[in-house]
């Protein structure tokens, strides 16, 4: 298993290693920070400059110390979502990635002690930044284009209200490996879904996608209720149960229902 894709020692280390924050993401609508992990290396990020002569940049930083830290104190107000919520809906999303069995979403934790307070703390994913939902679902790759199918069936249950097409990441490393971040608006019981993935919109879902999704329906009703109640409100974990419910029944692709099914900025 990946170590970005998950297991208890990452999860763990992201929970209470020490952290500093060495940079943001200026095109963020919430405030998302690039942060660092100082249990391997200790030095300070200026230590770290002194001993290169300049400043550091991405690449001179060991990806796997890296993290993206969201403070809750940092979240933009909405109108449809709970003040406060957003960082925990980010850790949900994780568990829900993870009990699919397709772990399409990198290690996420709510950490109470960040520099900047109460967040979620994500496993940076090292990417290549020249592609997106677009640019993968366009090349045609059949392993891509397979895990781009368990995206949309992910984002229906879980009701992703902003599935942009850089919210979607190539890895890496080989095999092609998809990730999918930013999940702040996600969970209402009402229905959000706005994304850039329509293409297969009403057309039968794969039977392994439905066998999935019937063994979360089943999760559900035992220790991953237990792990979502810490993040979610008790009626959003029963609107997730009821999503998986509906989509078996289903067994298409979802729709659009809303007036304005895409998000914006598309990108």
């Known amino acids: 298993?990946?170590?970005?894709?998950?297991?208890?020692?990452?999860?763990?280390?992201?929970?209470?290693?020490?952290?500093?924050?060495?940079?943001?993401?200026?095109?963020?609508?919430?405030?998302?920070?690039?942060?660092?992990?100082?249990?391997?290396?200790?030095?300070?990020?200026e230590e770290v400059a002194a001993d290169l002569g300049r400043a550091p940049e991405l690449e001179d930083l060991a990806t796997q110390d890296l993290a993206v830290y969201k403070p809750e104190r940092g979240e933009r107000p909405l109108w449809d979502f709970p003040a406060g919520t957003l960082h925990r809906r980010e850790a949900a999303a994780f568990e829900v990635s993870r009990a699919l069995g397709w772990q399409q979403v990198p290690t996420t934790v709510v950490r109470s002690d960040g520099p900047f307070g109460r967040g979620s703390v994500q496993a940076f994913v090292a990417h290549d930044p020249e592609h997106h939902y677009f640019?993968?679902?366009?090349?045609?790759?059949?392993?891509?284009?397979?895990?781009?199918?368990?995206?949309?069936?992910?984002?229906?249950?879980?009701?992703?209200?902003?599935?942009?097409?850089?919210?979607v990441l190539l890895g890496t490393d080989s095999p092609p490996r998809v990730w999918l971040v930013d999940h702040g608006v996600c969970f209402h019981t009402e229905?959000?879904?706005?994304?850039?993935?329509?293409?297969?919109?009403?057309?039968?879902?794969?039977?392994?996608?439905?066998?999935?999704?019937?063994?979360l329906r089943e999760a559900l009703a035992g220790?991953?209720?237990?792990?979502?109640?810490?993040?979610?409100?008790?009626?959003?974990?029963?609107?997730?149960?009821?999503?998986?419910?509906a989509l078996l029944a289903r067994g298409a692709f979802p729709e659009p229902l809303l007036p304005h099914p895409y998000p914006w900025p598309l990108l």
């Open 135 to 167: 640019t993968l679902w366009e090349a045609g790759e059949q392993e891509v284009l397979a895990q781009l199918l368990r995206m949309v069936v992910f984002d229906d249950l879980i009701q992703n209200a902003d599935r942009k097409a850089g919210h």
């Open 191 to 215: 229905v959000k879904l706005r994304t850039v993935a329509w293409e297969r919109a009403g057309e039968p879902v794969p039977g392994t996608l439905l066998a999935d999704v019937d063994a």
């Open 1 to 45: 298993m990946s170590e970005v894709a998950g297991g208890t020692d990452l999860a763990e280390r992201l929970r209470s290693a020490p952290m500093e924050v060495v940079g943001r993401f200026a095109d963020a609508s919430n405030a998302t920070l690039l942060a660092r992990l100082t249990d391997r290396d200790r030095r300070p990020l």
């Open 223 to 245: 220790e991953l209720s237990a792990r979502l109640a810490l993040l979610l409100a008790e009626e959003e974990i029963a609107a997730l149960e009821q999503r998986c419910v």
